[in-house]
């Protein structure tokens, strides 16, 4: 599993969390900011696994980041 790396809060400047209970998000600890909450899919029959690097990414887009 590679590193997950979380930009500053866009808000506060807090530092960000990834927090899992339910679902996976990503949190400020200092504003309680947090992206929307995911749940792993299953593809194929097996889960992919890909709920925590979405949150991540959407925690780091920015509105001047360059579009994909």
């Known amino acids: 599993m ?3 790396e979380l930009k500053p809060c866009p808000f506060c400047g807090g ?3 990834i927090h899992v209970d339910d679902g996976v998000c990503v949190i400020c600890r ?3 900011s947090r992206t ?3 749940v792993d899919g299953i593809s194929r ?3 992919n ?3 925590i690097y979405s ?3 959407k925690w ?3 509105a001047d980041n360059e579009t994909d």
């Open 49 to 51: 696994g890909s709920a």
């Open 45 to 47: 029959g097996k889960p």
């Open 60 to 62: 780091n887009r920015r």
């Open 36 to 38: 929307i909450s995911l």
């Open 2 to 4: 590679k590193e997950i």
């Open 55 to 57: 949150v991540a990414e």
């Open 15 to 17: 530092k960000a969390v």
């Open 30 to 32: 200092e504003c309680n």
